[in-house]
């Protein structure tokens, strides 16, 4: 296997601001290292350090490894939901970094090693230390619930007060949100346009995912306030399996609105396909190649990418499907791949072929520029059109918030945007919304 | 210019300074900030690694994975005791996100404007002169 360098390759420290083992521990060969059998089979030929949970003082015990602390620390985790991999891979590949540099200051390679395990410290408290970087803090939660439930009193009471103004039909459902907490919306925030439409944004957080939807809601002359029912495991189903969104105009009686719906990667004869599938216990790339095979269509896979957003390939998953398009199956795969909300595979298709990548590389290759006529919307401005879409289209993308994949630029009326396909869809969406209004 | 929050750790804002340099993996950045502090700061493995994986699930920094081909992985498998020995080890990079490096200028700022107040309570009479 060759060395897969990252797409940017990294820099390796400099001689001006790293010493001179940093270097050669980074970029060049040399006589002197671990043995590359380190993580499984490093025994050690002095009396027992503390190693892990618990202290062997006892010579006569056996000899811990590498890979008895990082046993020890999976099993303090207890992720069951989480790939190990990742983690196990970054601790000993420092294991192995600084052991090197201990063994190019002089020391025996059981000594090496012996030291860096030691210095990982307790795998108890290490394991401790990783479960309380991926849990909320109590003062965050207490407020983003305390928030939660105020927006839900603030809103009941809204409702009700709609409830009881005479030009709402009787037929109105009850407006008090269900005791099982399974409506309404979550986190109303942001900009009035100040022609009778403001914008919600809903974020849907629940682990491991993401979801963020855009709606848009036609207060009225009267400011009623948009009740939108939304079932999050629901629409999480639904987004998954590729099924229809919830139609939030079906509240036509109480507000208008519209919802942005991201286009299918895919031409129409390709997303028209319906698959029936049963993956288990499959590599992620033994699953793409199940996946292509269903729809009929030859897969393609840029490793490279994938590796990027740190998916462990081998994990296995397991998806079962019945008649629904090859574009669920693409997102329950994606569900399961990803690293993180950010950090996603996806899939594009000619009609012959299906490729898998990462988000990101389909980002960069799908850059364009796009100009906007903004002659039709005149009256809302510039400024107003700029915050829009750096606030709802991606807004860590935009080179005004410090990213680096979308740039905006106004002429007279004209509105310049280089930036992925996927943004432009949505653009055009915001432009047209407020063309209609 | 709101004031620091003094009970923050400042190994965030350590971490964030040196990824704004450039790319690094975990082994690499505790040597770059003991060089930079002249081994002043030590970030141990039990600091820095969960503190990398909850950065990278605020979206403050993205990783990569690179494949690193042992140098003394050669070509042994007529070994038996070798055969299964994976072909290379990973190792993963850090690199600070656009949400990164907004909350590394905000932190900057608030640490030098902390640095400020602090530095206007020492002017007003040199340390030397309390001798």
Redesign the interface.
């Known amino acids: 296997?060759?060395?897969?360098?990252?797409?940017?390759r990294?820099?390796?420290?400099t001689a001006d601001?790293?010493?001179a083992s940093?270097l050669a521990?980074?970029s060049e060969?040399?006589a002197i290292?671990p043995?590359?059998?380190l993580r499984?089979s490093t025994q050690y030929d002095r009396p027992m350090p503390t190693i892990g949970i618990g202290t062997c003082e006892d010579p006569t015990c056996s000899p811990r490894t590498i890979d008895s602390f990082l046993s020890d620390l999976h099993r303090h985790l207890r992720w069951h939901r989480e790939p190990f991999g990742?983690?196990r891979?970054?601790?000993?590949?420092?294991v192995?970094?600084?052991a090197r540099d201990l063994m190019l200051a002089g020391m025996s390679e059981s000594a090496a090693v012996d030291q860096a395990i030691e210095?990982?410290?307790?795998a108890r408290?290490?394991a401790a230390?990783?479960r309380?970087?991926?849990t909320i803090p109590a003062r965050r939660f207490l407020m983003n619930a305390s928030m939660f439930l105020l927006s839900g009193a603030v809103l009941s009471l809204s409702i009700l007060a709609v409830s009881s103004h005479p030009g709402v039909p009787q037929s109105c459902p009850p407006t008090e949100p269900d005791s099982t907490g399974t409506s309404l919306l979550l986190r109303p925030v942001l900009s009035d346009d100040g022609q009778g439409k403001m914008f919600l944004r809903y974020s849907l957080d629940p682990a491991p995912i993401t979801q963020l939807l855009t709606t848009q809601a036609d207060l009225g002359e009267d400011r009623r306030v948009a009740r939108l029912d939304i079932e999050p495991t629901q629409l999480l189903l639904s987004r998954a399996l590729g099924a229809a969104q919830p139609d939030f105009s079906a509240q036509a009686n109480e507000v208008k609105t519209s919802t942005f719906s991201p286009p299918s990667p895919f031409p129409a004869d390709v997303a028209d396909k319906r698959i029936t599938l049963s993956i288990k216990e499959s590599r992620l790339e033994d699953a793409i190649g199940m996946i292509a095979a269903a729809a009929g269509l030859r897969p393609i896979i840029h490793r490279e990418s994938i590796?990027?957003?740190?998916t462990d390939t081998d994990t296995t998953f397991s998806i079962s499907l019945t008649d629904q398009p090859i574009d669920a199956a693409v997102r329950a795969l994606a569900l399961s791949a990803s690293t993180?909300p950010?950090?996603t595979l996806t899939a594009r298709s000619d009609g012959t072929i299906i490729e898998f990548a990462s988000v990101a590389f389909f980002d960069q290759r799908e850059t364009s520029l796009v100009s906007y006529d903004l002659s039709n919307i005149n009256a809302v401005g510039s400024e107003m059109v700029q915050q829009l879409l750096q606030t709802f289209v991606e807004p860590?993308?935009w080179k005004d918030?410090?990213?680096?994949s979308a740039w905006l630029s106004f002429a007279g009326s004209k509105m310049f945007v280089q930036a992925p396909k996927r943004h432009h869809a949505h653009i055009q969406w915001f432009l047209q919304e407020l063309q209609s209004n | 210019m709101p004031l620091p929050d003094f009970r923050h750790d400042p190994t965030e804002l350590i971490v964030l300074a040196v990824l704004n340099e450039e790319s690094l993996y975990g082994y690499a950045i505790t040597k770059r900030v003991a060089a930079r502090s002249t081994g002043d700061i030590k970030l141990s493995p039990g600091v820095l690694y969960p503190l990398l994986s909850k950065m990278e699930r605020q979206g403050l920094i993205t990783s990569s994975w690179e494949v690193v081909r042992s140098d003394r992985a050669a070509p042994a498998h007529d070994d038996p005791a070798t055969a299964d020995e994976p072909s290379g080890r990973r190792r993963k990079w850090y690199r600070l996100s656009a949400k990164g490096r907004k909350r590394l200028t905000q932190h900057a700022q608030a640490h030098r404007a902390y640095a400020t107040m602090i530095d206007s309570f020492l002017v007003t009479r040199p340390l030397e002169d309390r001798a």
Not at chain 1, 1 to 8: E, K, V
Not at chain 1, 10 to 13: S, T
Not at chain 1, 89 to 94: G, V
Not at chain 1, 119 to 122: A, N, P, Q, T, V
């Open positions: 296997m060759t060395t897969q360098a990252p797409s940017s990294p820099v390796l420290p601001s790293a010493p940093a521990t980074a060969p040399l290292e043995s590359p059998r499984l990742a983690v891979d970054e601790l000993e590949s420092h192995y970094d600084r210095e990982l410290g307790d408290s290490l230390d990783y309380r970087s991926r590796n990027e957003i740190g993180s950010h950090q860590d993308s918030n410090g990213g680096t």
